[in-house]
């Protein structure tokens, strides 16, 4: 193995492929390296929808993208892509590199890229084949320091480095000019801050979306006992059960689905007094704003995924699951099983108001300061 040299780093290549989750995950590994090798350049390799969110934060001082539709073309059109990407990344001339994505794709660009050190996790989720090598010369436990959450899967690296632990927690904060814009669109509605629940109910995958009908059970239940208004949130492509539950609720709720940019939505998911929804993307944004989470879980274990840094509930069905779509799921791909649609309105109700009722004091302490 590498012996890890005590000289500065000046630039690190973190691979990190996968989504927003993934991302929000994975930007505390970078919030530890920076004070672990002060000045050193840290840039992530991910799609360009998530470019200006690394960069706008802070959590990348640079990014190089690539097109995930291109990826999954043609072998003609993945060529290209692959060349291109590779091409800009070597311009960078990185002193590491370090594979979070683990996939034959990512350990092929770790070798291309070829820094002299290159960190990679041993043994792999994805075992290698007989053609493949791995590039990698600092090998990182699949779960570091002793803890069993994906968040340190993200974060081992560092133990294989020696570098400190200092950052155990995603924290994001907001943009300035984001938070205006979020308190701007409160005010259009006559919101207060911490005076609403932030509702996600898409999902990467149709089983992983809970029942439109029950997420508007659990709004209109919420809204008589509280008083709290309901604003939905999610990407352009989460209309369908947005307008599900916007039509089936009693109470007006405000449909902010497709409006908002990455770095606006964090700002909104800051102002909220609870985020309600499926486990995605935006639950783990929210936690890292520092918003309470209610995350709704199928077959995917919340002890490896659910919400970290904030008081939190992760609810999921009993296991095993009794199958409520056996025509249409894959029981062995928590992406692919329909799980969650088994949890009940009662619990989720029930969660949503220990949740409320356990950050009461906190959240009266936080409105104080802006009085």
């Known amino acids: 193995m590498l012996q890890i040299s005590p000289a500065p780093f000046r630039s690190i290549l973190i691979l990190q ?157 907001p943009l300035a000019v984001e938070t205006a814009r979020a308190l701007a669109l409160l005010d259009k509605y006559h919101f207060r801050r911490s005076g609403f629940v932030a509702v996600h109910a898409g999902a990467s995958f149709l089983g992983r979306r809970w029942q439109p009908e029950r997420f508007a059970a659990v709004i209109d239940e919420i809204a008589r006992e509280t008083g709290l208004d309901f604003v939905l949130v999610g990407g352009p492509d989460e209309h369908k059960a947005a307008d599900e539950i916007a039509a089936r609720t009693a109470s007006p709720v405000v449909n902010f689905v497709g409006a908002l940019s990455l770095e606006t939505l964090l700002a909104l998911l800051k102002e909220a007094r609870l985020f309600l929804g499926n486990e995605s993307g935006p639950m783990h944004m929210a936690a890292a704003a520092g918003t309470p989470v209610v995350g709704l879980y199928g077959l995917t274990n919340p002890i490896r995924w659910g919400p970290v840094g904030v008081a939190s509930i992760a609810l999921q069905p009993s296991m095993p699951c009794e199958c409520v779509a056996s025509d249409f799921c894959k029981p062995t791909d928590p992406s692919k099983a329909c799980c969650v649609w088994r949890l009940e309105v009662g619990p989720v109700t029930d969660a949503v108001r220990e949740i409320l009722a356990r950050t009461e004091k906190q959240t009266a302490n936080a409105l104080s300061r802006y009085a």
């Open 17 to 173: 492929t996968k989504f927003i989750g993934d991302l929000v995950l994975a930007s505390a590994l970078a919030r530890n390296l920076q004070p672990g090798y002060p000045g050193v350049g840290i840039v992530f390799l991910c799609e360009a929808r998530f470019a200006s969110f690394l960069t706008a934060h802070g959590i990348a001082s640079d990014v190089v993208t690539f097109r995930r539709a291109m990826m999954r073309g043609s072998p003609l059109q993945r060529g290209r892509e692959l060349y291109s990407m590779v091409h800009r990344l070597r311009r960078h001339r990185f002193d590491m590199t370090i594979d979070l994505t683990d996939s034959k794709t990512s350990r092929l660009i770790s070798s291309l890229v070829n820094a002299p050190t290159r960190v990679g996790y041993h043994p792999s989720e994805r075992p290698l084949r007989w053609h493949e090598r791995q590039p990698a010369n600092v090998r990182a436990r699949p779960f570091g320091f002793g803890e069993r959450h994906y968040l340190y899967r993200y974060l081992s690296p560092l133990e294989a480095l020696g570098v400190d632990l200092r950052v155990r927690a995603p924290s994001i904060r």
